[in-house]
C-alpha cells in the first residue's frame, strides 16, 4: 500500500475552503509521517476532471461544504475510476440535504427536531404564520440552508419579525431552507469510523450556540468534555443511534454525528460525511481518546478508499 500514490483533494470553491485547506494539510503532512507518496490538489486551481488518473492510485477526499461533500466531487472520482475515501455519491448527496436526511432519520425511527421547508418563490409571511401554527412550531426556532455545513447561514430566530429577516437574506443566496424547533440541552457529538462508533464527545460552547465561530476559532473558547458528561447507558445509546443514521444513509469511512441531549432523549440534527481533520476538529479528539492517533486516524480512513461506495 505504501507504493500507491495518494492525491489529497483539498480547498474547494465552498464557504468552507479555509477548514477544507486545514483538513488537507493536516492529512497530508500524516500521510507523508506515515511514508505514503502523498501530492496535493485544489479544485479551486484546477477542474477536478484535470487530475491525472496516470499518476494517482487512491483520492483523499479533504474537501468540506458545497461541490466538495455534497456528491458532486464524489461523481468526478467515479467517473475518473480512482478509489476515494468517505462516503460515495449517493451517501453524500441525501447526508448534505438536510430536507432529505431528515426524511431518512424519520423512516429509521431516529428522532430528529420538528421542522418545515421553504422555498424560494413559494414563501409569504401569512404561509409562514399558518404552516407554523400547523406544525405547531414554537419560537425559538433555528433557521438554516437546506444543503451548507459548518453551520453556515444557521441563526436562532426568537420571533416572526426576526425570522422574517432571515429567511429574506438567507433566501438571495439560497433556494431551499429549513426552519425547525430549537431544542435545548446538551451539545453532543459522535464519530463513527468504518461502522464502528469511536466515542461520544460533548460541547459547551461560550456562545449562543455551536456555530462556525465556536467550532473553528480557539478565541471562542469551546469546552471540550471528552468523553460526553451523560449516564453510561445514555452514552452508549448515542453510539448505538449514530451507527444507526450511519448505515441508513449508507455512509462509508468516517462520520459525525451531531446531537442534542434534551429531556433524556437524543435529537439527532445532522450527519457530517467530511468531518473536519484540524488541531480543533472533534474526530480526531474522539480518535484520541480511543487510543487511536492522528496520524493512524487518517491512515484508517484512507484503508477504506474504494470506488462504488
Do not use: W
Amino acid at each position: 500500500m505504501k507504493n500507491k500514490r495518494i492525491l489529497v483533494v483539498f480547498g474547494g470553491t465552498s464557504g468552507e475552503r479555509a477548514v477544507s485547506l486545514n483538513s488537507g494539510k493536516a492529512c497530508f503532512k500524516a500521510l507523508r509521517k506515515k511514508g505514503y507518496k502523498v501530492s496535493i490538489f485544489d479544485p479551486k486551481k484546477k477542474s477536478l476532471t484535470l487530475i491525472n488518473k496516470k499518476k494517482t492510485d487512491i483520492i483523499f477526499n479533504a474537501l468540506h461544504g458545497r461541490n466538495g461533500e455534497d456528491g458532486v466531487a464524489q461523481s468526478y472520482f467515479e467517473y475518473l475510476r480512482i478509489p476515494y475515501t468517505h462516503s460515495g455519491v449517493i451517501s453524500s448527496f441525501n447526508a448534505m440535504n438536510k430536507v432529505i436526511s431528515k426524511k431518512i432519520f424519520k423512516q429509521n425511527n431516529i428522532k430528529s427536531p420538528k421542522y418545515i421547508v421553504l422555498k424560494k418563490g413559494y414563501y409569504s409571511n401569512t404561509k409562514l404564520k399558518k404552516i407554523l401554527k400547523t406544525k405547531k412550531l414554537d419560537f425559538p426556532v433555528v433557521i438554516k440552508p437546506a444543503n451548507e455545513g459548518s453551520s453556515i447561514g444557521v441563526k436562532i430566530c426568537k420571533n416572526l419579525t426576526e425570522l422574517n429577516s432571515i429567511i429574506k437574506l438567507l433566501f438571495k443566496k439560497y433556494l431551499e431552507l429549513i426552519v425547525e424547533g430549537y431544542v435545548g440541552g446538551q451539545e453532543i457529538q459522535v464519530a463513527v469510523l468504518n461502522n464502528i462508533p469511536l466515542g461520544a464527545i460533548e460541547l459547551k460552547p461560550k456562545r449562543k450556540f455551536y456555530d462556525y465561530k465556536a467550532k473553528y476559532s480557539k478565541a471562542a473558547k469551546t469546552l471540550h468534555i471528552m468523553p460526553a458528561g451523560i449516564k453510561k447507558s445514555k452514552y452508549n445509546e448515542a453510539l448505538t443511534i449514530a451507527k444507526k443514521a450511519h448505515q441508513a444513509l449508507g455512509c462509508k469511512g468516517i462520520t459525525r454525528s451531531d446531537f442534542k441531549f434534551f429531556k433524556n432523549q437524543f435529537y439527532l440534527l445532522e450527519i457530517n460525511t467530511q468531518p473536519g481533520m484540524t488541531d480543533l476538529s472533534l474526530v480526531p479528539e474522539i480518535a484520541s481518546y480511543k487510543g487511536i492517533s492522528f496520524e493512524n486516524l487518517v491512515e484508517k480512513i484512507l484503508l477504506n478508499a474504494s470506488l462504488n461506495r
